[in-house]
């Protein structure tokens, strides 16, 4: 179960991402109809020997071949503003976290509470549990609150990097000199694995994200802690 677990995608844990997965599928059923019936037209015609020689137009086609197109760039088009927007949708966070992209690790700082900082770098394998995945496992986790808003503040020291974890729905370029912010509500509990997304140098494949979902009373005791 675990080997097959490794070579799938985590499952959605943030509204964000439901919104994203639902738009996909979507819209993947709109081109498959699209392509079935272009595919059944072009049969028809290869395999038809009818023809009209005196037809030189038709203006009833003509119309609908206009009008029908522009209604399914429309209904694909409005849910996808509605998620660029939900994406860019400034809240108020109940935890703020900074996280720096460096070759080849990451750093993170809870900017909310006194001397909470610390580095992330990717399990070696010979340290790797039962439990963990190789190549994704860190030796800090990110602890954070479970149904609570949160605000993401990135950057980078050296070069591009990319902060990405898929089953939030979120990916904020980390560039030097410069702070990007993202915002994440997380539905659940669990571990949430993500790898940096932007090929930074040599050790770009190793510098992975971990994030541990808890609850809230789980949070203020992970604090107490630290």
């Given at each position: 179960?675990?080997?097959?677990?490794?070579?799938?995608?985590?499952d959605?844990?943030?509204?964000?991402?439901?919104?994203?997965?639902?738009?996909h599928?979507?819209?993947?059923?709109?081109?498959?109809?699209?392509?079935?019936?272009?595919?059944?037209?072009?049969?028809?015609?290869?395999?038809n020997?009818?023809?009209?020689?005196?037809?030189?137009?038709?203006?009833m086609i003509?119309?609908?071949?206009t009008?029908?197109?522009t209604?399914?760039?429309?209904?694909?088009?409005?849910?996808s503003?509605?998620?660029?927007y939900?994406m860019?949708?400034?809240?108020?966070?109940?935890?703020?976290?900074?996280?720096?992209?460096?070759?080849?690790?990451?750093?993170y700082?809870?900017?909310d509470f006194k001397n909470?900082?610390?580095?992330?770098?990717?399990?070696?394998?010979?340290?790797?549990?039962?439990?963990?995945?190789?190549?994704l496992e860190?030796?800090?986790?990110?602890?954070?609150?479970?149904?609570?808003?949160?605000?993401?503040?990135?950057?980078?020291?050296?070069?591009?990097?990319?902060?990405?974890?898929?089953?939030?729905?979120?990916?904020?370029?980390?560039?030097?000199?410069?702070?990007?912010?993202?915002?994440?509500?997380?539905?659940?509990?669990?571990?949430?694995?993500?790898?940096?997304?932007?090929?930074?140098?040599?050790?770009h494949?190793?510098?992975?994200?971990t994030?541990?979902?808890?609850?809230t009373?789980q949070f203020?005791?992970w604090?107490?802690?630290?």
């Amino acid at each position: 179960m675990t080997n097959w677990s490794q070579i799938n995608m985590q499952d959605a844990n943030s509204p964000l991402m439901e919104q994203l997965i639902f738009f996909h599928d979507s819209t993947m059923i709109i081109l498959i109809m699209i392509t079935t019936l272009i595919a059944w037209i072009m049969m028809k015609m290869l395999f038809n020997k009818k023809i009209n020689r005196f037809m030189m137009e038709n203006q009833m086609i003509e119309i609908i071949w206009t009008i029908l197109p522009t209604i399914i760039l429309i209904m694909i088009a409005l849910p996808s503003l509605r998620i660029l927007y939900m994406m860019d949708e400034t809240k108020t966070p109940t935890v703020t976290i900074k996280a720096i992209g460096h070759q080849w690790y990451w750093s993170y700082e809870y900017s909310d509470f006194k001397n909470i900082e610390f580095e992330s770098y990717m399990k070696p394998t010979n340290e790797i549990m039962k439990n963990e995945f190789r190549l994704l496992e860190t030796d800090n986790r990110i602890v954070l609150p479970m149904n609570n808003q949160i605000r993401i503040l990135i950057t980078a020291t050296d070069v591009l990097h990319s902060w990405t974890i898929p089953s939030m729905g979120i990916k904020i370029d980390a560039i030097p000199g410069r702070l990007n912010q993202g915002f994440m509500f997380i539905n659940r509990p669990g571990l949430m694995y993500g790898q940096c997304s932007e090929i930074c140098g040599a050790n770009h494949s190793f510098m992975p994200i971990t994030i541990e979902s808890v609850t809230t009373k789980q949070f203020i005791e992970w604090l107490k802690n630290n």
